[in-house]
Nanobody
Framework: QVQLVESGGGLVQAGDSLRLSCAAS????????MGWFRQPPGKEREFVAA????????NYADSVQGRFTISRDNNKSTLYLQMNSLKPEDTAVYYC?????????????WGQGTQVTVSS
């Protein structure tokens, strides 16, 4: 099982950018489809973006399409989420996860989360 640690969250203003990172330990990262999820305050966790193990295919939630970019570096066992044009509604705890299913995206190994707060 892969262990995951997110970083890069913070407090930013609307329109700013942030890049989240997810460092993975374990030899299986390179062969895992991976995803980002988020949990806004008072709401359930929701899907944000996913990437196959080769990096060649990605999938995004409609709410972030065109603003967020998921990527990975298998040599560094790291997953990224570049977030541009941030909006207050992007405020959430962001989690990376190894996926057990692509459609719908379901995570089976989770990090501890990193807080992203976007002020208006």
């Amino acid at each position: 099982q892969v262990q995951l640690v997110e970083s890069g969250g913070g407090l930013v203003q609307a329109g700013d950018s942030l890049r989240l990172s997810c460092a993975a330990s374990g030899r299986t990262f390179s062969f895992k489809n991976m995803g980002w999820f988020r949990q806004p305050p008072g709401k359930e966790r929701e899907f944000v973006a996913a990437i196959v193990w080769t990096g060649h295919t990605t999938n995004y939630a409609d709410s972030v399409q065109g603003r967020f970019t998921i990527s990975r570096d298998n040599n560094k066992s790291t997953l990224y989420l570049q977030m541009n044009s941030l909006k207050p509604e992007d405020t959430a705890v962001y989690y990376c996860a190894a996926l057990s299913r692509w459609i719908p995206p379901i995570g089976d190994s989770w990090g501890q989360g990193t807080q992203v707060t976007v002020s208006s």
